[in-house]
């Protein structure tokens, strides 16, 4: 089983709330909030006024990855617009237990992100404290990139060190270039967490493309 969580940054904010609806009915099982500062990504993206607004649409958990610089000054404000996991970048903040156990603290779910360009090795002595590894299968900062085929390897090694600090709940998310082409190959690598923006959102058609997406694995 793969939990499939739709990007909302492919969806077409003119009606948003509608497009939000639309993936709790068609089955989504989380929903997938990319928050961008023009700075850690050279995009900019949206932030609480607009995630307050859409918490009330539905009871799927708010997922949101936070591309921006020393996330930590902000966690409070997240945890506040809605935020239920809250996954931070390995390269954007000097100390990253501090920001991981801050967020803990704070009893919402922690994750951690990686860049394409960061090993899985740099965060081994993390992962015990994680509920999340999100493996950035593109660099970060737009929807509709290509899926780096390396990422294979890194999702498997995630895998193996899941395994190793026996952490079965812990979701292995993948992030970037997902489509019915390699859902299935990224799922048998290790992720149990797939996000997909534009392969969700591709001309409206929401409902067809779940379902496309949720066969591809079987
Ligand atoms: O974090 C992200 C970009 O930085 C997005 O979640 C990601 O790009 C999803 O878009 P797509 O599935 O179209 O690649
Ligand atoms: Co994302």
Same mark, same amino acid.
């Given at each position: 089983m793969v939990k499939i969580a739709p990007s909302i940054l492919s969806a077409d904010f003119s009606k948003l709330g509608e497009d939000i609806r639309s993936i709790d009915k068609y089955g989504a099982d989380m929903v997938h909030i990319d928050v961008m500062d023009?700075?850690?990504? =050279?995009n900019i993206s949206f932030g609480f006024p607009i995630i307050k607004s859409i918490r009330n649409l539905t009871d799927l958990e708010f997922d949101v990855h936070l591309m921006i610089e020393e996330p930590t000054r902000f966690v409070d404000e997240f945890i506040d617009a809605g935020a239920d996991i809250i996954t931070i970048h390995y390269e954007s903040e000097v100390h990253i237990d501090r920001a991981i156990n801050y967020i803990k603290s704070k009893g919402v779910k922690v994750g951690l992100s990686l860049n =394409?360009?960061? =090993?899985?090795?740099?965060i081994e002595n993390l992962i015990p404290a994680l509920d999340l590894v999100l493996i950035m299968s593109v660099n970060p900062g737009f929807g509709g990139q290509k899926f780096i085929p390396y990422s294979l390897d890194k999702i498997k090694e995630v895998k193996a060190l899941a395994e190793k600090y026996n952490k079965d709940e812990m979701m292995i998310q993948v992030d970037g270039g997902v489509g019915t082409q390699n859902i299935k190959e990224i799922n048998e690598a290790g992720a149990n967490v797939v996000v997909a923006g534009s392969a969700v959102f591709r001309n409206g058609e929401i409902e067809k493309n779940i379902e496309a997406l949720r066969k591809a694995v079987i």
């Open positions: 023009g700075k850690f990504v =050279p =394409p360009g960061t =090993p899985v090795s740099l």
